[in-house]
């Protein structure tokens, strides 16, 4: 089991937000709400039970993955917009033998491929993308672009979860933000550091309100979607020269 997923919770939702704000930092008003981010309340992890019928073999992995979704299951609702979140009563995680996917989640079930954790057993990341999902459990209706959702999920998991992981390459030339997962990711942590700090809460409140519109990134950054791409490669561009 990864050191972090046995820290207290406390601890951990200390590390996660703390930040260090320079003084030239401030805006004229004095205002930090750029530059730091507020945590949500507090929410209680689930009940979080596992299924090995298909897969015995992979019972041990499994309960480290249950400790694991336990032990962040409230850290992550404190990263994410959840105050009128209600957490499901219960967490399954049903290992199968193999399926088309590493993981995939719906509802409150997190189904995990055997053959995948088999050949990746330090791959935990996987599991807290998932349960990212569990959490956003979007209301239908309204704007809710697939790649925003996927790679919110990756950003809890690349540079909240695992911080200290290389990070992935994004090539400038041939991505785009809509690519999601992991380029998606890449660029709302940029985003976050850049301009707000409190910009993945406001993305996903609106989610989960059927208000989200691309203009939400103007409104929070005061450069439209598409210009914040375009500052965001460019830098990459620089930075590989």
Same mark, same amino acid.
Request: net charge positive; aromatic share 10%; proline share 7%.
């Given at each position: 089991?990864? %050191?972090? @997923? +046995? ?6 939702? *200390?590390? !996660? ?14 205002? /930090? &709400? ?8 507090? $929410?209680?992890?689930?009940?979080? &039970?596992?299924?090995?019928? &298909? ?8 309960? $480290?993955?249950?400790?694991?979704? =336990?032990?962040?299951?409230? !850290? ?12 499901? +009563?219960?967490? +399954? ?59 919110? *999920? ?12 290389? +990070? ?13 997962? =992991? ?10 550091? =850049? ?6 809460? $406001?993305?996903?409140? @609106?989610?989960?309100? %059927? $208000?989200?519109?691309? &203009? ?11 210009? !914040? ?6 830098? /990459? ?5």
């Amino acid at each position: 089991m990864p %050191r972090r @997923a +046995r820290l207290g919770a406390a601890t951990l939702a *200390a590390a !996660l937000c703390l930040q260090t704000v320079p003084a030239h930092s401030l805006r004229f008003d004095g205002s /930090l &709400s750029r530059y730091v981010d507020s945590l949500a309340a507090a $929410k209680p992890a689930p009940r979080v &039970s596992i299924d090995v019928r &298909s897969a015995p073999e992979a019972g041990a992995w499994a309960r $480290k993955a249950a400790e694991l979704v =336990r032990d962040w299951f409230p !850290l992550v609702c404190g990263l994410l917009a959840t105050e009128d979140y209600r957490p499901p +009563r219960g967490i +399954r995680l049903v290992l199968k033998p193999d399926i088309d996917a590493p993981a995939y989640a719906g509802g409150d079930e997190i189904t995990i491929n055997a053959r995948w954790i088999a050949q990746h057993p330090d791959d935990f990341g996987m599991v807290i993308h998932e349960m990212t999902h569990v959490i956003q459990h979007y209301p239908g209706g309204g704007d809710k672009p697939g790649w925003l959702v996927e790679g919110i *999920a990756d950003y809890i998991r690349w540079w909240r979860y695992e911080p200290e992981a290389p +990070r992935p390459r994004v090539d400038p030339d041939r991505a785009g933000y809509t690519d999601s997962y =992991r380029t998606t990711a890449a660029f709302l942590a940029w985003a976050v550091y =850049r301009y707000d700090r409190g910009l993945v809460r $406001k993305l996903d409140g @609106a989610l989960r309100e %059927r $208000k989200y519109r691309p &203009s939400l990134f103007e409104e929070a950054t005061g450069k439209t979607l598409d210009a !914040l791409w375009t500052e965001y490669v460019d830098g /990459l561009r620089r930075a590989a020269r």
